[in-house]
């Protein structure tokens, strides 16, 4: 049995940033590329990708850019479930259409939606690993957990964990509506962190399970799995919680056994929403929550967040003092 060598608890968040639209901006044109990411090296390629670098080099700027962490020593991994389906969409057309020979040469590479990270791992030398997360609804979170087993597995110093969509299809009344831009936070062992003066904001948990489609009885598996999520992941005194559900069967029994005071956040189509609801605290003063997200096809996620002001260390840097 392998030994980690950082427990969960000195895992801290250093960085974090979102680019996402504000309400009513019109799809896409709120995004502007040139002033986001400089005039060249964007023009080839996917939306997604472009958001995903926006979010990338704001994080890593937030946790003071850690050029001192060895290139083999920082990875990534990224949670997305539509961050290339315009793409794909635009390739599937062209196939049908006019045949594979006209598929754009420096888009044809991303036909594997790994690709999708693949920029950004190349631009900041992430050597560890970089990996792409897929599962519907919970990818977002799903990164967050992985990430804090490698680290906690001592198999980075540095990880930066992103969750990225762009716009499946246009809003329709049968669906919820897409999501579109990126969220990234950057993770790193406490002791780590503290010696190379880096802004401590807080500390965060997440856990995962899964519980077949149809089971939802409250006094049944999906019961006991609710418990368990949270019991994992839970603070004491109990942290509020932030319920990131659809309105399916699944979402409406995962509702009912949270209870009051759950605030319940409306999912959309991407696993954007977890992750966003969990980044939320860093960038707004502190405090600490629970997300929980369900999903139809049987798939459960939970993070706990506590985050808090930062005051200065005697090195010189930052830490985050809790406000709870």
Known sequence: MLTPRHHGHDI???????????????????FDADAELGPRGHKYLPQGA????????????????PEGVPPQRRGLVVGTNNGLAPLFRD?????????AERLRPALAPYFAVNVLAGRFAAEQSFKAFS????TSGVAGAEALQTAVRALSLGRADLVVVAAVEDRAAAATKAGPPPEEGAVALVLEPRAAAERRGAPVRGTLRAAGTFVPPHVNAPDGALGLAVD???SAVQSEPPAPVHAVLDDSARGRAVAALLRAPARRVA????????????????TAGGGQRVVV?????????????????????PSGGLRAESTA
Not at 55 to 60: F, K
Not at 91 to 99: N, Q, W
């Open 228 to 230: 368990d999520l949270l």
């Open 293 to 313: 997200t369900a999903t139809a096809p049987g798939h459960l996620a939970a993070v706990h967040v506590l985050a808090a002001e930062l005051r200065q260390t």
């Open 91 to 99: 390739m599937d057309r062209t196939v049908v259409d006019t045949g």
């Open 131 to 134: 990996c792409t997360l897929t």
């Open 12 to 30: 801290v968040v250093t960085g974090v940033a979102a680019v996402v639209p504000e309400p009513g901006d019109p799809p896409g044109a709120w």
């Open 50 to 65: 472009r958001y995903l670098l926006a979010a990338g080099r704001r994080a890593l700027r937030s946790a003071t850019t």
């Open 267 to 282: 999912a959309r189509a991407g696993c954007l929403a977890p992750l966003l609801s969990a980044a939320q605290p860093f």
